[in-house]
């Protein structure tokens, strides 16, 4: 059976990491550092997993709590950014596509909205490499705005809300299965970036469609808002 609803949409609501800029790994071992270097711990990589997406607080303090070490999140988060400035100035990339997905969107004269979980510190070092500034979007919102993070889908809307633009209207294009599951609680369609996780994953979580990176990813206006049902 399929919804008959076939309305267009009218904004994009972007994540950054792992969306725009390639960045995953570079946090995950600026983590690792800030733990030897802090806490004398050696962190694997794989303890951060679970919580890609989720904003700095639960990407630090989760793993951490799941081993039974306290840590001071404020100075952990500062001395993670400060070693993950010092990687990113030589080692991030701009992700397929990136530049050239959010100027066709504003383009076709779209809304386009940052929505990340990350501090505004780590967001703003990516905007630098990505080349673009922060008035470049309609609506700009990091984590330090909403009190729950991704998976809980505030940010989404507030992201929509501050576009203007109805939840239904709007395009959340995410790689983290938390991600995905907050933009599907804000009542948006997800589009997943297979760059953290695979295609089966961000479709399990709710992803509609999926792509590699925006250079293969299907442009809006080539989406319907249909769903099969």
């Known amino acids: 059976m399929l919804n008959n609803d076939s309305k267009a949409f009218e904004a994009v609501l972007f994540d950054m990491d792992g969306v725009l800029v390639d960045s995953e790994e570079l946090i ?3 983590a ?3 733990f030897k270097a ?8 794989d303890a951060f997993l679970p919580y890609v997406g989720a904003g700095e607080d ?12 306290e840590i001071d999140v404020p100075s ?3 001395l993670t950014y400060e070693y993950y400035g010092q990687l990113a ?5 701009v992700l397929a596509g990136a530049r050239e997905y959010l100027s066709a969107c504003k383009k076709s004269g779209m809304k386009i909205a940052l929505a990340s979980a990350a501090d505004k510190t780590k967001v703003l070092i990516n905007l630098k490499v990505l080349g673009v500034e922060e008035g470049f979007f309609d609506a700009f919102v990091t984590g330090s705005e909403v009190e729950h993070k991704k998976p809980s889908p505030d940010i989404y809307l507030l992201a929509a809300r501050k576009t203007g633009v109805q939840v239904d209207r709007c395009l959340v294009v995410e790689d983290a299965v938390n991600g995905i599951i907050a933009g599907v609680r804000a009542g948006c369609r997800c589009l997943g970036i297979t760059s953290s996780f695979s295609e089966s994953e961000l479709k399990a ?3 509609l469609w999926c792509a590699k990176d925006l250079a293969s990813a299907p442009k ?5 808002t249909s769903i099969a049902l």
């Open 220 to 224: 809006p206006w080539e989406l319907t």
């Open 205 to 207: 979580a709710g992803a």
């Open 76 to 78: 952990a988060k500062a």
């Open 32 to 34: 690792q550092m800030m």
């Open 28 to 30: 995950a071992l600026a």
């Open 58 to 69: 639960r990407y630090l303090g989760g793993p951490a709590a799941e081993r039974g070490i």
């Open 38 to 45: 802090k806490y004398s711990v050696e962190m694997p990589r």
């Open 89 to 93: 100035s030589t080692h991030i990339r």
